[in-house]
């Protein structure tokens, strides 16, 4: 088997837990030490693209920051009350 990331060689490898009861199987590549478990390679064949969406951004001059009185960088001692 070859590495995807160097085209090096790879060779299967047993890892287990801390407590060494759990065992699994990973492959470790000789050259770079890149290490495919199974775990890793389902995540790599998941499409996380609909996760990564950042919600929309407030403009600045909507009712939303009126509403909270915040105007950023602008604001004076004034608008405090002591």
């Not at 699994?24 to 890793?40: H, K, N, R, T």
């Amino acid at each position: 088997m070859n590495c995807k990331r160097c085209n090096g060689l790879m060779y299967k490898m047993e890892l287990r837990d801390s407590k060494g009861f759990e065992r699994l199987s990973a492959s470790v590549c000789v050259i770079c030490g890149e290490m495919v478990d199974p775990v890793i390679a389902v995540n790599r064949q998941k499409d996380f693209s609909a996760e990564l969406r950042l919600p929309k951004r407030v403009p600045r001059n909507s009712k939303y920051w009126k509403k909270f009185k915040r105007h950023g960088a602008r604001q004076t001692t004034a608008d405090y009350t002591y």
